[in-house]
């Protein structure tokens, strides 16, 4: 990877709706070799995807809470069967295992009570799990930043 193709993931971490001739434009290439190095970034998965960032609040999902899950126990099974679990979960928009305890899930939900909901049918649920703690979220400062390049 070159200075070329990390300006090609910086213009597209930036605007991944600009047209192909704008990339090869702001990267100073002509659109050929541009369009080839841009797909050899998707193909080797350096690229792996493109998607809309959305306002949760607009749509409803104003309320967001960090919730830190500790496991009875870490055996392979029921690491599976959480992580499973967790994944098919559509208000969970973020779950990270982590060395140590606690896991972390980033959760959305419309509002207190629809939280506390999901909280008691679903997350409480979970294969595996022995405590959840939740932190509510008072603020976002900074979400979905790109990579630094």
């Given at each position: 990877?070159?200075?070329?193709?990390?300006e090609i993931l910086a213009q597209v971490q930036r605007d991944g709706r600009q047209t192909l001739t704008e990339l090869a434009e702001r990267v100073q290439l002509s659109v050929s070799p541009c369009h080839?190095?841009?797909?050899?970034?998707?193909?080797?998965?350096?690229?792996?995807?493109?998607?809309?960032?959305?306002?949760?609040?607009?749509?409803?999902?104003?309320?967001?809470?960090?919730?830190?899950?500790?496991?009875?126990?870490?055996?392979?099974?029921?690491?599976?069967?959480?992580?499973?679990?967790?994944?098919?979960?559509?208000?969970?928009?973020?779950?990270?295992?982590?060395?140590?305890?606690?896991?972390?899930?980033?959760?959305?939900?419309?509002?207190?009570?629809?939280?506390?909901?999901?909280?008691?049918?679903?997350?409480?649920?979970?294969?595996?799990?022995?405590?959840?703690?939740?932190?509510?979220?008072?603020?976002?400062?900074?979400?979905?930043?790109?990579?630094?390049?």
């Amino acid at each position: 990877m070159d200075a070329i193709d990390r300006e090609i993931l910086a213009q597209v971490q930036r605007d991944g709706r600009q047209t192909l001739t704008e990339l090869a434009e702001r990267v100073q290439l002509s659109v050929s070799p541009c369009h080839r190095r841009l797909r050899a970034l998707e193909q080797t998965g350096v690229i792996t995807g493109y998607h809309a960032r959305l306002d949760p609040a607009s749509l409803g999902l104003g309320f967001a809470a960090l919730v830190f899950v500790t496991m009875r126990e870490a055996t392979g099974g029921s690491i599976g069967a959480f992580e499973s679990a967790v994944a098919d979960l559509p208000n969970v928009l973020q779950a990270q295992r982590l060395f140590g305890e606690p896991d972390l899930l980033r959760v959305v939900a419309r509002d207190l009570a629809d939280y506390q909901r999901l909280y008691d049918d679903q997350l409480a649920a979970l294969p595996g799990v022995q405590r959840l703690t939740s932190t509510l979220v008072m603020r976002s400062i900074v979400e979905d930043r790109s990579l630094p390049l």
